[in-house]
């Protein structure tokens, strides 16, 4: 496996925890109990209406064997396992999160992998280059500023042809069958999804033009995957041509 160097650093007492999780999430973090219902295959399935693991096969399809892939949040369930499985012991994969309970829980669910995990604020940035980054279902948690600093550093993390790869809800069809209860659902459970609903994750990008865009839906566009290709190196100086004079 390749050894990453940079200055990503392990480092409780320089991590502050974002005040939003104690407003909004804290309670899922803190709780082992509830922690170890929420990693349930089952559970994630149930509260993805059966979704989960199609979420998961579009996150691979876009994962390369033997890469380098960094990891924004941690999750619950078996998605940092199999992803680390798609990797391979001759890549590289760093799982990152700013809370170090979550982090010491899902490195205890996959030590049998070859993964690094981090505590780090990714609202921060960070200089390592990585063939792919994934956000999986973490931009509904943020609010609106935080989700803005996750995203473009996520943008600045990936080499030429390199990929950011977001997963998250989207703002469901009127035609979804669920549409009416989601709302309602949403704020009451995560009431800073409304916020990513409305606005593109492309919108956020503030180097949205360096970068080839592609968008799918999933369950009546409840789900979004959206993957970012990066197209322009940030370094690259446009062109200037010769004077006449």
Known sequence: MATQKASITKNAKAVKKPAYLDSFYSIFYRKSKLSMLLNDDRVQSFLSLGFRSRLIDELLEDIGTNSSVLQIGCTFGSQIKKTAEKIGKYGSYTVMDVLENQLAFCKEQNKNQNINFVLYDARKPFDLKFDAVVCFMLLHELPPTSRRKVVNNALDSVKKDGKVIFIDYDKPS???????????????????????????????????AHFAWYKKNYAGKMFQKVVAVRRIADEKKPEVKPSFY
């Open 174 to 208: 009127k035609l979804n069958p669920l549409y009416f209860m989601l709302k309602p659902f949403n704020r009451l459970f995560f009431p800073l999804t409304e916020s990513l609903q409305t606005t593109p994750i492309q919108a956020l990008a503030q180097k949205s």
